[in-house]
């Protein structure tokens, strides 16, 4: 009776180690992903504890051995070739112990952009202007997509649910559009593996995307969103998975679940289109924001990552008054976040959809973040990559006259709808402001208004939700502006 309880624990025993697998890469590393060129490659995962680990790629002459440490984590770096334009060949890495192997296939060497963000980056390519087309046109296996699943959590963690897929019309639909138009552009220009990832969730705010520790070691974010939290009944409860409006604002969540994983990974750069969530923040949000970039920078350990991001669309807010400004307020605070180094924003006055806080005109937002990326990023500084910037205005008389910066005119102004300019407001010493007439001369803009004797200030597209006509021949809105420093009404 004995031997047959013996020879019972011993069989159990054999199938469970038979199933079981000691070595592990990181949820990161998969077969079908998009390795980063012409950079060092982190390798990381889990073995036994002292076990030599032994990394092989198909482009490199010899392996390359590391130990295991006592808690059985490993890390390898492996060097990685310049991308071949042209070059779509699938490769390989082997990583294996004495007595395991595993492999990631069909791998491309390319480029590699992380998305974040809230909704309108989360919005799908199926429910997109132009899906159609776009779809039908998608089966695009030299371009890699990754969605990852939501997820919280309390403490920064390396696992996360989705695999890397070979672009197609069907695994296309319910990817980022933004995120897809932009890997797109630059996978048809540059002729180059693209891979894109999408890490981020609707209604999401930006202090969810920052480490505790980056919002508890700066005094203006800790008062603002990490002390109440933490002082919050909220912040004592399990954390689990599921969404709620609530949770996706709480500090520092969606960056340990969301973000934290991919941390060893090496990319090209960022995209991330977000605010909604924070639009009645001014200091605070430029503040939360700048700080996450520097922290995902320094987390990635990769240097000054390009940044590149989105300006909220307009939106009316169920309120059809163009007195109520404080979009317009917030807009001029992100575009404060560009004076971090390789950073910018993209401008959205032009597609957006007044009563739709989810506009469906996406594909020119990422095809602008690609024109961002081809100058900024790959060095194509004929591509003109941002809308006309106000530089200085002069009062004549009745009259004001709005100059540009010429570096951002393209070959001139315009319309879009070859109508006059629109959204242009002037006021005098009593700072109401007027609807004005406004003309393009020379690549100026002349403002008057006949309620409007001695102009004191200019506004242009500086409310809530208008969808601007005003453009530089290359298509780029001209940026929301005020000539004025005058406070904001509370």
Same mark, same amino acid.
């Given at each position: 009776m004995k031997t047959s309880k013996y020879l019972l624990i011993l069989c159990l025993t054999t199938i469970y180690l038979q199933g079981f697998s000691a070595l592990k890469l990181a949820d990161a590393l998969q077969s079908?992903?998009?390795?980063?060129?012409?950079?060092?490659?982190?390798?990381?995962?889990?073995?036994?504890?002292?076990?030599?680990?032994?990394?092989?790629?198909?482009?490199?002459?010899?392996?390359?051995?590391? =130990?295991?440490?006592?808690?059985?984590?490993?890390?390898?770096?492996?060097?990685?070739?310049?991308?071949?334009?042209?070059?779509?060949? !699938?490769?390989?890495?082997?990583?294996?112990?004495?007595?395991?192997?595993?492999?990631?296939?069909?791998?491309?060497?390319?480029?590699?952009?992380?998305?974040?963000?809230?909704?309108?980056?989360?919005f799908s390519v199926k429910d997109m202007i132009g899906a159609? &087309?776009?779809?039908?046109?998608?089966?695009? !296996?030299? =371009?890699?997509?990754?969605?990852?699943?939501?997820?919280?959590?309390?403490?920064?963690?390396?696992?996360?649910?989705?695999?890397?897929? &070979?672009?197609?019309?069907?695994?296309?639909?319910?990817?980022?559009?933004?995120?897809?138009?932009?890997?797109?552009?630059?996978?048809?220009?540059?002729?180059? !593996?693209?891979?894109?990832?999408?890490?981020?969730?609707?209604?999401s705010g930006v202090q969810a995307y920052i480490p505790q520790e980056e919002l508890s070691g700066n005094p203006l974010l800790n008062h603002t969103y990490l002390k109440p939290y933490l002082e919050s009944s909220k912040s004592k409860e399990k954390i689990d998975g599921g969404f709620s409006f609530e949770k996706v604002v709480r500090p520092y969540l969606l960056y340990n679940a969301l973000i934290h994983p991919f941390a060893n990974l090496s990319i090209k750069g960022f995209c991330w289109y977000q605010g909604e969530a924070n639009h009645m923040e001014r200091e605070s949000y430029v503040e939360a924001t700048q700080t996450m970039i520097k922290s995902w920078r320094h987390n990635f350990k990769q240097g000054d990552l390009p940044f590149y991001y989105v300006q909220i669309a307009p939106y009316f807010h169920e309120k059809e008054d163009d007195k109520l400004a404080y979009d317009a307020f917030f807009r001029e605070a992100q575009a404060k976040i560009a004076s971090l180094n390789n950073t910018a924003m993209v401008s959205t006055m032009d597609v957006g959809e007044a009563k739709d806080l989810h506009p469906k005109n996406k594909q020119p937002i990422g095809l602008r973040l690609a024109a961002v990326a081809l100058n900024r990023t790959y060095n194509r500084h004929e591509v003109v990559y941002q809308g006309p910037m106000y530089s200085d205005v002069t009062f004549e008389k009745n009259k004001a006259i709005i100059r540009f910066s010429p570096e951002t005119l393209g070959t001139g102004l315009n319309t879009n709808d070859?109508?006059?300019?629109?959204?242009?407001?002037?006021?005098?010493?009593?700072?109401?402001?007027?609807?004005?007439?406004?003309?393009?001369k020379n690549n100026k803009i002349v403002v008057s208004s006949k309620k409007v004797g001695d102009p004191k200030s200019v506004r242009y597209a500086f409310f809530n939700y208008p969808i601007t006509n005003l453009q530089n021949k290359e298509g780029f809105p001209v940026w929301p502006f005020r000539t004025d420093d005058w406070p904001e009404s509370k």
């Open positions: 079908n992903m998009v390795v980063q060129q012409n950079k060092a490659f982190r390798i990381w995962g889990t073995a036994t504890a002292g076990d030599k680990v032994s990394i092989s790629a198909d482009w490199m002459s010899n392996s390359i051995t590391v =130990i295991a440490n006592q808690q059985g984590d490993f890390l390898a770096i492996i060097d990685v070739p310049a991308a071949k334009i042209g070059d779509f060949t !699938p490769h390989q890495i082997l990583v294996q112990t004495q007595g395991e192997k595993l492999s990631l296939e069909n791998l491309l060497i390319g480029d590699l952009w992380f998305c974040s963000g809230q909704s309108n980056m989360q159609a &087309e776009v779809i039908n046109k998608a089966n695009q !296996p030299h =371009i890699r997509l990754l969605s990852v699943g939501l997820n919280f959590s309390a403490t920064p963690i390396g696992t996360f649910s989705g695999r890397w897929q &070979e672009c197609t019309a069907d695994r296309v639909k319910d990817f980022s559009a933004v995120g897809y138009s932009f890997g797109k552009k630059l996978y048809d220009e540059l002729n180059i !593996p693209i891979g894109l990832i999408f890490s981020g969730i609707g209604a070859d109508a006059a300019p629109k959204f242009f407001y002037i006021a005098g010493e009593n700072k109401v402001f007027y609807p004005a007439n406004a003309t393009i």
